[in-house]
């Protein structure tokens, strides 16, 4: 069982989803109505946020799954709290500006490198 | 194994992907070319309930497989028919209107949450 | 353990990322300012590649891994190897106009089918 991996699951998808409630506060804040996706910089720049955070789900989530199967429960659960905290820190920087988006992004692009390497290595030893 | 939470997987993920032919023949419909996203309410709505279809997977997947595997294949599985209805409810009611589609909405997000407090719950559980 | 399946969905999230990279240096060479996301059709065309690509992994991996987990490893893993190729013939196509994109969505469309319909047969074959 991989009961950490688990947990940072849950967590990650607790954090995705408060990115999308914050998309249905900024719909309310700057009066964009459903079903348009644009016509104020703040609502795009929350909207840009969670489907950031969208588009890294299926690059993060199977990359730490495989990782945690390959290599170590613990390890996995630790670099997958760094990307979500890589997360936090984009969503309170692009929040403010969309050149403050940068720090976050790196972090959690650092941490979801370091697992998807991390387990190629150990599936590509396994096989030979 | 967990056959039942298997079906309803590759269930939840047709119907999903009906929701993507149905953007195409919104498009056909309202004569949106592409690559352009918007143009036609009409197409706009459709499409909207494609994404959030999307935007939900990475909810309603891990939380349905976790739950499934720390609680109870059948439960899981049910809980995972229950999401279906929601967004079938939710894709009638939003290609009506947009002021339709908060029931459906509501019915899905119920089982999603359900499926995540669950699993959550299961996880922590086992580790203390 | 099923270390086919596992390389190919690391090959697969590999050339996904690549489609997400493809999208910032689109907006570089058009100048399409965060975070706006249409204004040119080589950006446009550059995001809908990401974006459809992304629409489809919650399709093609539990297809994928209920294929290899209830089939066989090797046939699932060569199955996503068509896929991949499919979504790279789709990039080359669109990425040079949108009238270019169908034969490269056809193969990887038929390969997620093949993954969905014969993990469908498997699972129902073993619940009766």
Redesign the interface.
Known sequence: ?H??T??V??LA??F??FT?INVSRARTRTGV??????GH?DF??A??I?MNT??W???F???LW?FAI?ISDAIAAGIGVVWIIGRIVYFIGYSQA?AK?GPGFGIQALAAVAL?AG??GA??L??V
Chains 1, 2, 3 share one sequence.
């Open positions: 069982m009961h950490l688990a947990l699951t849950l998808i607790a995705y989803f999308s109505k459903v079903p348009a996706m644009s910089p795009e720049r909207f840009r969670q969208l588009e789900m299926p690059i989530l199977p990359a495989l390959y969309a988006r998807w387990a190629l599936v590509v396994r096989m």
